[in-house]
Nanobody, 118 residues
Framework: VQLQASGGGLVQPGGSLRLSCAASGSVFSIRRMAWYRQAPEKQRELVAAITTSGTTNYADSVKGRFIISRDNAKNTVYLQMNSLKPEDTAVYYC?????????????WGQGTLVTVSS
């Protein structure tokens, strides 16, 4: 599975951005897709995830502001980020959990930088 992320950039506080992550390869084996982020000198953290059945979960810090969705026809997952705050500044990574045999493996896309600043 290959993941191609896009959509990062510079935005003012209160603004919005939409990240996209296109999956290719053995997409039928993907069980969950997610966005993680890593701010400078901090550990990578889960932002939002969506399963193949459409179940979503969010980090408490983004609930009510971010929305994760997927377009199965395009094998693409999106992260709509609204009401952005400076503390949302981080490199955002797309993640796919892929079932291979009886095990789940993590695949990662390249990071995309989101900077929230005035």
């Amino acid at each position: 599975v290959q993941l191609q992320a896009s959509g990062g950039g510079l935005v003012q506080p209160g603004g919005s951005l939409r990240l996209s992550c296109a999956a290719s390869g053995s997409v039928f084996s993907i069980r969950r897709m997610a966005w993680y982020r890593q701010a400078p000198e901090k550990q990578r953290e889960l932002v939002a995830a969506i399963t193949t059945s459409g179940t979503t979960n969010y980090a408490d810090s983004v609930k009510g502001r971010f929305i994760i969705s997927r377009d199965n026809a395009k094998n693409t997952v999106y992260l709509q980020m609204n009401s952005l705050k400076p503390e949302d500044t981080a490199v955002y990574y797309c993640n796919a959990q892929v079932l291979q045999g009886i095990n789940l493996y993590d695949y990662w896309g390249q990071g995309t930088l989101v900077t929230v600043s005035s």
